[in-house]
């Protein structure tokens, strides 16, 4: 008798260092022209989710939920989810609705797509010709097989597959940024703009999720990537999308690559010098213009504060965590100023985060930084424990690790509830590695005036 391979005992998520999977289908869905994003489960999974996403960019956030309950948990959600698209339908007028499967859902089994088929066929019935559906796309996203930036590029992939025809050649190239802040995306549209370079840049929150005061509320904000964009991406003469650690996976660059034949470009996410670098020689070439002088100044002052900073920051140790590819940018503007990360940390798992984290900190680092994917916060701080850490690096989640530490949070990524104005953290670029820097440099200062018996006022 063969024996049994005793399993490891099963050990329970403290406090997780990620968010659900249709909350970041919800945030990529927010950055398209005219949608409503659609959760088909528990009415508590869209409200936790606006929760979160309301008090981190400080804008409204509709959520629309099939709302199912014990009954529909047996005999199946579809009725649901066709009278809540009616109801959507009817009160928003929306363009696209985005619809995200929940844990729910999934685990009763519901077929998403045939119900939405069978829907379609019914409103042609009642409504013939006289009012014409919105597009429905879906997507599976349970938050058992993922993170929220999983959930995120799952979206995105889906929109890309389900509307993306190749229309003839046009003179644009798709921007696939990953989960950004609106103020990134602002950033990146300026660059675009001052290479004289047509974008298409999916999703776009820059105003969506970071809009202008206005008198009247607007059940759907004005902003986001047009539809007619996203139809002819497929005809694009290139597409550049941040990530490394999607490197091996099969993203929405990939799918257009090779649907329609797309020449595809894939690089990390454009945080610190090195990464910029790469994001402007690719912008370069594409365009065959040279970069404009203004950002080859933003580029000389950094390097110049990169000198001017340095003997606050050479050698302090730091812990950083959070989505993995912010991780990973985080990290090589971190090695490059001469800070020493000693433990990079993420709730994700993609499988390339170890290698990502390597291939930007070769050659830069005395030795390499402890790697975890699949961390939680209770993991992070018993590993903590022997690092010794000068500051931490995250979002606001690693508060009560700081606090214990004793050590400054440098705020990063999302969700940020604990100061204002996360959605304007400025990430990528020469301007971005700026704004960390300063933030870094200045936390380190304000550390430093706190534990000293005198409090000095100049340096």
Known sequence: MTRKEAKPPYVSTTNACKL??????CLAFRGIEGTVPFL??????????????????????????????????????????KQGLKNVMDKYGA???GIATT???????????????????????????KKELPLLVS????????????????????????????????????????????????????ILEDFALSGIILPDISETLD????????????????????????????????GRTLFHKDTPGKLIAKRFMVPLHQIGSPIGLRESDRFFAILEELTGRKSPKKYLYERGRLIDAYVDGHKYVFGKKAIVYGEEDLVVGITAFLAEIGIRPVLCASGGQSGRFREAIEEVTASLLPAPPIIHEGMDFYEIAEEAEGCAPDMIIGNSKGYPLARRRQVPLIRVGFPIHDRFGGQRILHIG??????????????LIEKSQEASPVGYSYM
């Open 430 to 443: 020469y301007r971005g590695a700026q704004n960390l820097l300063d933030r870094i440099v200045n936390a």
């Open 95 to 97: 363009k696209i609705i």
């Open 40 to 81: 088909h489960g528990a009415q508590g999974c869209a409200t936790y989710m606006r929760r979160y996403i309301i008090s981190h960019f400080r804008e409204p956030m509709d959520i629309a939920s099939s709302s199912l309950g014990e009954k529909q948990a047996i005999y199946g959600g579809g009725p649901n989810l």
């Open 139 to 190: 997507v599976s996203t349970p938050s058992y097989s993922g993170t929220h930036i999983e959930g995120f590029h799952a979206a995105v992939k889906a929109v890309v597959d389900q509307l993306a025809i190749n229309a003839g050649f046009i003179e644009s190239i798709n921007l696939l940024p990953g989960f950004l802040s609106p103020v990134d995306i602002r950033y990146i549209k300026g």
């Open 211 to 242: 809009a202008p005061a206005r008198r009247d509320y607007e059940k759907i904000p004005v902003g986001g990537t047009p539809i007619s964009d996203i139809r002819v991406m497929g005809g694009a003469k290139s597409t550049l999308e941040f």
């Open 20 to 25: 659900c999977k249709p909350l970041g289908a």
């Open 103 to 129: 844990c729910l859902t999934e685990t009763i089994g519901d077929d998403v797509p045939m119900i939405l088929n069978e829907f379609r066929q019914e409103m042609a019935k009642q409504r013939g010709k």
